[in-house]
């Protein structure tokens, strides 16, 4: 299995100001994916996160708005940047590990833009 | 492209009731499909895949791939089986290969 961690685990900012979301997976893994929970709706892929490549990113999403970073193999950071309250949302990272390549999630950043 | 679709948003029942929580898939390949469940205050976790074909926590779900779902049952209803359901689907191909799409949760309580 693998446990994954989230940093900050929630937080509210103001309008026009970037948040970067960190997170630390206990094994090293190849791909890592990040997701957006807005309230009362499911997840959706935001980008997927290679090591020593350029995230690719889901239809929708685009890298000046969500630039990812990728230093190695168990950590990745989401930027939310120039935020509106439209992106207030839970952002969840996850990674695939394990025999049996399962998806493990982490516990979620709670973010609100003001 | 790839959907999962959950009809139902809120699903309750008594204890000791069957439930049923659907799921319907549209991808034109061979999909991997999961349930992920959510209990109050706990990080998403994998409850079962249709490859393992094995009963978790009294939860089976078949793949049907005439009908493209992927239903989730258990016999009898017990109240911590109350939680958030997510079915989701792994593409096996193309671009889209490895990324895990969900269906947009079915709330289920378990009422005493």
């Known amino acids: 299995s693998a446990v994954i961690s989230q940093k900050p685990s929630r937080d509210i900012c103001q309008r026009g100001t970037s948040l970067t979301i960190q997170c630390q997976v206990d094994s090293q893994v190849t791909m890592m994916f990040w997701y957006r929970q807005q309230p009362g709706q499911s997840l959706t892929l935001i980008a997927t996160?290679?090591?020593?490549?350029?995230?690719?990113?889901e239809s929708g999403f685009v890298i000046d708005k969500f630039p990812i970073s990728r230093p190695n193999l168990t950590f990745s950071t989401l930027t939310v940047s120039n935020m509106s309250p439209e992106d207030s949302s839970i952002y969840l990272c996850?990674?695939?590990?394990?025999?049996?390549?399962?998806?493990?999630f982490g516990p979620g950043t709670r973010l609100t833009v003001l | 492209a790839q959907r999962v679709t959950q009809p139902e948003k809120l699903l309750s029942v008594f204890k000791g009731a069957p439930v049923e929580l659907k799921c319907n898939y549209s991808?034109?390949?061979?999909?991997?499909l999961f349930w992920y469940v959510q209990y109050s205050r706990q990080r998403l976790q994998l409850l079962l895949r249709h490859i393992s074909r094995e009963s978790i926590k009294g939860f089976t779900a078949d793949l049907n791939k005439g009908e493209t779902s992927f239903h989730l049952k258990k016999p009898f209803a017990q109240e911590e089986d109350s939680a958030m359901y997510y079915c989701?689907?792994?593409?096996?191909?193309?671009?889209?290969?490895?990324?895990?799409?969900f269906g947009r949760g079915t709330q289920l309580t378990v009422w005493p």
């Open positions: 989701a689907l792994r593409a096996d191909r193309g671009s889209t290969l490895g990324r895990l799409y």
């Open positions: 996160a290679n090591q020593g490549s350029e995230a690719t990113y």
């Open positions: 991808y034109s390949g061979s999909p991997e």
């Open positions: 996850s990674s695939r590990a394990g025999s049996t390549d399962t998806q493990y």
